[in-house]
């Protein structure tokens, strides 16, 4: 009878093992706390002395895409084809989106890095040709599209007369985070999906698109305009 007893309670035990398992196993989406609070970007300088001037038309500098993925175009278009949706939403100004070629011809590079040293009259060209007062310059310096992803952000917005840094963001956005899974699975429910709420909640951490949106979004919520 002990023996049984034993075999039976082994069994029960291994069965709620095997169903917790199961449970907490079938997705890669982080496991989101009721009391969470999302994410809000916090590695941002604004310089209020450069925003004296009105800016309404702003240069975009093709994005620049670096690491292992560098080469991978269909990547990096899709990144920037985020950026520049997601530029027109904010509206915060009239962005003129510049390619590579037009860039090359105009500065002799087809694109320029944050950090990189450039002339007054990089700024200058810029201003004259297409009327702008700014030049936003985008790079992500890390990205990993698989769950849970992760994706690296650097932009800033300098001022083509003064050639201060009116606006700087350098933030790294961890899907493995629950603060930023919740910040994500929100702007996803009221932006991307007409507000309807779904269980699946790998619809948003499994699409590099929809997470890049969010991403996107997120930094240039923090522009003083």
Request: charged content about 20%; some cysteine; hydrophobic content about 40%.
């Amino acid at each position: 009878m002990k023996q049984d007893f034993w075999f039976i309670r082994f069994g029960l035990t291994l069965l709620v093992g095997v169903v917790l398992g199961l449970s907490s196993g079938c997705s890669t989406a982080p496991k989101l706390g009721a009391r969470v609070e999302p994410y809000r970007p916090t590695n941002v300088v604004t310089n209020e002395t450069a925003m004296s001037r009105v800016v309404q038309r702003v240069v975009v500098l093709p994005l620049v895409f670096s690491g292992e993925f560098s080469e991978r175009k269909m990547t990096r278009n899709l990144i920037e084809s985020v950026l520049e949706s997601e530029l027109v939403k904010r509206g915060a100004f009239e962005p003129y989106f510049i390619s590579p070629a037009a860039l090359k011809s105009l500065t002799g590079e087809d694109q320029w890095r944050i950090g990189e040293k450039r002339t007054s009259s990089f700024f200058q060209t810029l201003e004259e040709s297409y009327q702008c007062q700014a030049v936003l310059f985008a790079m992500v310096d890390h990205y990993h599209p698989y769950p849970p992803q992760t994706i690296a952000w650097k932009m800033k917005l300098v001022d083509t007369d003064s050639l201060q840094t009116i606006w700087e963001i350098d933030e790294l956005f961890d899907g493995g985070d629950v603060t930023v899974a919740r910040a994500a699975e929100d702007h996803y429910h009221i932006h991307q999906s007409g507000g309807t709420r779904h269980r699946d909640e790998r619809s948003v951490f499994n699409s590099p698109r929809r997470f890049g949106q969010y991403t996107v979004a997120a930094a240039l919520q923090t522009l003083p305009y």
